[in-house]
């Protein structure tokens, strides 16, 4: 059997692969680009398009997450961030309100002493920045990993005249943060029935035996006993007779702080149960619970009322003249000149009165130049020298400027002042026009951690940089970009037009010039032959068999 020449796996093989990518490239180009029409183009040509200027400032008024009210005034069709532009829904609702206004003014602060015995420079913790401790674990106990070292229970049982933040034991000591009024259960348990002159629910405050269980209600006769103990006093053992006094003496007796425990409303951080369950609800899910702690015993607590410190700081204010609150942060320094880029000099109008209180965006301090350069400041007061007697506090601090600010003749009248300068009074708050992102990164996550700091537990209120419309006051946005964005339309434009062109042109050709022959070989033909090397195959035609053997001798 002849052999063939120029046998077709090589030539051929490659042009099939070829082919193949060719074909998948142009569906996945195409694909591509259906995708990047809504993700990309359309929102693109929204962008360009756009009348947006900026950027402004823009501070947070309110946040409301997962709203799930349809009506008029919920939800209103709107979300201020959505992961995936494609699943948009009304399901997701989240709104941030914001004010805009136009950029506050540039204070130098010069000639200042930046010793450590006359600056400050604090940044006041949160509830965030607060320390997590694990009230569940000793710290020689391991964890669910195996590990020692997590557990925090030798402080928890220390709680002393301190209040706590715990879910599903592990708290925070909110005392560092807050001072606060508040009312609490166990209190509420021994004033109840006040029938009985203030003897507690279910005669709570005449027991004293801390073994004895609370049964779940209060037996009838228990309260019966009580109250007929009270009523025969003259009697020697507090009884009508003696069958009486048998009977009561059978009953239980609980404690107020038995009833409380069993209702899950005080906790002993010194029991092995109690740390574990405190700041869960009555099914054991997680639930935020606010508590007062004596000696590690920790009563549940309601209607707070707070007001903010600083790390329990007091600050000494002789000497300065130069306040300035950067969000969570503040500073006083005792400077020899204050100006703007307009004026070279701030000055006091009213004697005794040449303390600078003001509000800025960002603070740069120079410890070499001796200065304080500020940007973005507004709502510039003047205070009276020593303020408070030389010694205050952060929550005096902003209660005094909330309220002197607001008097024109204490105002630094060279310093911007938030209310003439506004755009928007409240407008809604936007990622970006579309209000939605296509990265699956969490970036909504993130936007509501950092723009949704609405000033709530008297904390400050989040300030950014924004792009609003002036014919449209709807809505503004923190995320605007016109080159970034035309950028990304050519390039998402540009490469998957190309492959598909590509691609469609290649597979255009082949149809031209590739021929399949009878016996399945692809067969690349150009002029009227085939090319050599690619499909140059004859046709297998093998020699016929004889029929019959030669039988000459």
Request: net charge negative; charged share 25%; aromatic share 10%.
């Amino acid at each position: 059997m002849p052999k063939l020449q120029n046998p077709p796996q090589g030539g051929e093989k490659y042009l099939c692969l070829t082919l193949f990518l060719t074909m998948m490239m142009a569906v996945v180009s195409a694909v591509a680009i259906i995708y990047s029409i809504v993700i990309i183009y359309v929102p693109a040509k929204t962008v360009l398009e756009s009348n947006l200027q900026g950027p402004k400032k823009c501070t947070t008024l309110s946040m409301a997450r997962d709203i799930d009210d349809p009506t008029p005034g919920g939800c209103e069709n709107w979300t201020s961030c959505h992961e995936w532009c494609l699943s948009k829904s009304n399901k997701e609702c989240s709104h941030v309100w914001a004010t805009a206004r136009e950029l506050g003014t540039e204070i130098n602060f010069d000639g200042c002493d930046l010793t450590e015995e006359h600056f400050v420079n604090h940044k006041c913790n949160i509830l965030e920045d607060l320390e997590e401790l694990n009230c569940k674990l000793f710290s020689t106990e391991k964890d669910e990993n195996g590990k020692f070292g997590d557990g925090d229970a030798e402080r928890c049982v220390a709680f002393d005249n301190i209040e706590v933040q715990c879910v599903t034991g592990v708290c925070k000591n909110i005392s560092e943060v807050y001072k606060c009024d508040f009312k609490d259960r166990l209190t509420d348990i021994q004033q109840d029935w006040e029938e009985t002159e203030g003897k507690g629910f279910c005669h709570c405050q005449q027991c004293t035996n801390e073994d004895v269980p609370y049964p779940g209600e209060c037996p009838h006769l228990t309260s019966k006993c009580i109250r007929d103990m009270k009523n025969w006093k003259w009697h020697e053992d507090g009884y009508e007779n003696k069958t009486e006094a048998e009977i009561c003496s059978a009953q239980p007796c609980a404690t107020c702080k038995s009833i409380c425990n069993l209702r899950g409303q005080c906790f002993d951080m010194s029991a092995r149960r109690d740390p574990t369950v405190i700041g869960t609800d009555e099914f054991g899910n997680p639930v935020v619970g606010y508590f007062t702690c004596t000696e590690g015993y920790c009563v549940e607590i309601y209607d707070l009322k707070c007001e903010r410190r600083c790390d329990s700081r007091e600050f000494d204010m002789r000497g300065k003249n130069s306040v300035i609150f950067s969000g969570e942060k503040i500073i006083i320094a005792d400077c020899s000149a204050q100006s703007t880029a307009t004026d070279s000099r701030l000055n006091s109008k009213i004697p005794g009165q040449n303390t600078l209180f003001v509000s800025c965006s960002n603070v740069t301090v120079d410890h070499e130049a001796r200065s304080i350069l500020t940007y973005d400041c507004v709502n510039g007061t003047w205070f009276p020298d020593d303020f408070n007697g030389g010694v205050t506090n952060y929550s005096y601090m902003h209660l005094e400027y909330s309220h002197l600010r607001e008097d024109p003749q204490y105002r630094a009248s060279e310093i911007s002042y938030e209310q003439d300068i506004t755009i928007f009074n409240a407008t809604k708050l936007k990622i970006n026009i579309e209000g939605c992102v296509n990265t699956l990164a969490e970036e909504c996550t993130d936007f509501y951690d950092t723009y949704g700091r609405d000033g709530r537990n008297y904390t400050a209120r989040a300030i950014y940089e924004c792009w609003y419309d002036p014919a449209e006051p709807d809505f503004v946005v923190i995320n605007f970009d016109p080159d970034k964005t035309l950028m990304l339309l050519i390039f998402f434009a540009a490469i998957p037009g190309g492959i598909l062109t590509f691609s469609c042109t290649y597979m255009c050709g082949c149809s031209r010039f590739v021929f399949v022959g009878e016996d399945g070989h692809m067969r690349l033909h150009c002029c009227g032959k085939a090319v050599t090397g690619i499909g140059n195959v004859p046709v297998f035609d093998p020699p016929r068999r004889k029929k019959f053997r030669n039988l000459a001798s």
